[in-house]
């Protein structure tokens, strides 16, 4: 099992950047695929990102690819969301979540476990 805690959220004008930190605790951090989800109010939780076990392949959102960098520190239990030219639309409840199965998934119902999330939102 393993417990998830984002970070990192906040308020930032369009164009800005921030940077969303997951912190792990439990086992074996690195048998675990790595995924960002986010949630705006009135909409289903989306896909923004997920990264292999060991950190080599990425997977994006349409939405989100070009702006967004996924990454990810087995050695500190770490994975990180890299976020930047931010617009509006990107405002969001933003999850953090890990996979036990092999492969990137893009649906959160395949993912184990949850973090509580981190708020980010982009003024206009």
């Known amino acids: 099992q393993v417990q998830l805690v984002e970070s990192g959220g906040g308020l930032v004008q369009a164009g800005g950047s921030l940077r969303l930190s997951c912190a792990a605790s439990?086992?074996?951090?690195?048998?675990?695929?790595m995924g960002w989800f986010r949630q705006a109010p009135g909409k289903e939780r989306e896909f923004v990102a997920s990264?292999?076990?060991?950190?080599?392949?990425?997977d994006y959102a349409d939405s989100v690819k070009g702006r967004f960098t996924i990454s990810r520190d087995n050695a500190k239990n770490t994975v990180l969301l890299q976020m930047n030219s931010l617009k509006p639309e990107d405002t969001a409840l933003y999850y953090c979540?890990?996979?036990?199965?092999?492969?990137?998934?893009?649906?959160?119902?395949?993912?184990?476990?949850w973090g509580q999330g981190t708020q980010v939102t982009v003024s206009s």
């Open positions: 979540a890990a996979d036990r199965t092999v492969g990137l998934r893009r649906t959160a119902e395949q993912y184990d476990y």
């Open positions: 990264i292999s076990r060991g950190g080599s392949i990425t």
């Open positions: 439990g086992r074996s951090f690195d048998s675990y695929v």
